[in-house]
């Protein structure tokens, strides 16, 4: 008897061949396109302003006054981020902020409260707020433009009420430095800010681990991996960055209070968005609703904790707005809405909902604060201002919709 044996087929002929660094590159741009284009246009506009401002623009006090200028906005933004991604959106945070700081200037100027405890009670408030807004919107199903809308009107008028149309001041030094402030200095004496060295030094650290985790978790599910080179040349580039800027800061004040909290803030919600069950609930809901609730998402749990993670940072953006200006006063807040949207658009967001990063809306924040920063420095009117922002965010909401016709979403 004869047995006919097939020849073992060729396991390498079957694979799929590998795939070239120009391929993995262009995959990788593609998937990351809104992201990387906005980190790019924030490069140019960054070095057009610098070369039309003769340095000026990146000078250390100028640098440091960037930040604390638009501090509050890139809080606000990171919230909306997460509401646009979970398919909602906010028009209350601009009332909101200037009714939390009317607050906190009662508490503080009125009634002598300490700033600590005044401070925690005004998260409380913006807490509150957003979890009446996300009730509405949650369980009784009320488009959040309308609640949302509705919370505008209201907080605006109760703002008027509390400051009986008047401003309050001063704060206590205390809360003016949660936005004037910077990181106290220690150390010998280096000629920079040592503290700020070392919060460099750990960024560093924290940025390559993450890089390296991510290949390493890349290689385990089998991956396309960015050849050796052009991942050590992005930790490179990434490294340069970090030192450049940590340099900046620390030839003057160092690193001031407001970037603190926004790093926190960046890390928190970054994380939670990555890799948080919440987070990915939030995803699923603002990409399809009824696909996520026939996989078991609690969409109306999850709406009420986004508005009131929403309603937090608008109290938080409401603190540091009035720390800055060192008055609670009844037009604060005025389209800080607005900003915040458009910062989220312009970082990434998606108007359907679903895609968005919160480290998109601090760079579309950033694209904003810069552009306004530079073009008053160079002596550009406010209305002129106002035309060229909104074209900038013409152009990225259009640049999102022309995206998803070329991938035939």
């Not at 992005?234 to 690193?255: D, E, I, P, Q």
């Amino acid at each position: 008897m004869t047995t006919t044996t097939n020849p073992p087929k060729d396991s390498a002929a079957s694979a799929p061949p590998a795939r070239s660094a120009r391929e993995v590159l262009l995959e990788s741009a593609r998937a990351n396109m809104r992201q990387y284009g906005m980190l790019i246009a924030l490069a140019f506009i960054v070095v057009l302003f610098q070369i039309w401002t003769d340095g000026t623009l990146l000078l250390p006090n100028n640098v440091s006054n960037l930040i604390q200028q638009n501090g509050y906005i890139l809080i606000l933004a990171i919230g909306m981020m997460i509401v646009i991604i979970a398919g909602h959106i906010d028009l209350s945070v601009g009332s909101l902020v200037a009714f939390v700081g009317a607050m906190a200037a009662v508490m503080m100027v009125k009634h002598d409260m300490p700033w600590v405890p005044a401070l925690v009670l005004c998260l409380l408030i913006g807490a509150v707020a957003g979890a009446w807004q996300g009730f509405f919107i949650a369980y009784l199903g009320i488009p959040s433009f309308i609640v949302t809308l509705a919370g505008m009107l209201a907080f605006r008028g109760l703002t008027q009420i509390v400051l009986e149309g008047q401003s309050l001041a001063p704060f206590p030094d205390g809360f003016q430095n949660i936005a004037k402030g910077f990181i106290p200095e220690t150390g010998p004496y280096t000629q920079y800010h040592n503290p700020t060295l070392l919060l460099g030094l750990a960024a560093i650290a924290l940025l390559l681990l993450r890089e390296w985790r991510d290949r390493e978790r890349q290689s385990a599910y089998a991956l396309d991996l960015l050849p050796t080179g052009l991942w050590v040349a992005k930790c490179v580039a990434m490294t340069a960055a970090v030192v450049a800027f940590t340099l900046t800061l620390a030839s003057f004040h160092g690193v001031p209070v407001v970037m603190l909290i926004m790093c926190g803030l960046l890390i928190l919600l970054g994380y939670v968005m990555r890799h948080a069950v919440v987070g990915r609930h939030v995803y699923a809901l603002g990409g399809n609703k009824a696909a996520a609730k026939l996989s078991g998402v609690r969409d109306q749990r999850v709406t009420f904790l986004v508005f009131v993670n929403m309603g937090v940072l608008a109290a938080l953006a409401g603190c540091v707005y009035a720390a800055r200006l060192n008055a609670g006063t009844p037009q604060a807040g005025l389209n800080f809405e607005l900003e915040a949207i458009a910062a989220a658009f312009i970082g990434g967001a998606s108007m359907s909902g679903g895609v968005g990063t919160v480290m998109g809306a601090v760079i579309g924040g950033l694209v904003l604060g810069v552009l306004n920063n530079g073009m008053s420095l160079v002596g550009i009117g406010t209305d002129y201002q106002q035309v060229i922002k909104g074209l900038v965010l013409l152009a990225a909401v259009g640049f999102d919709v022309w995206n998803k016709r070329k991938i035939g979403r």
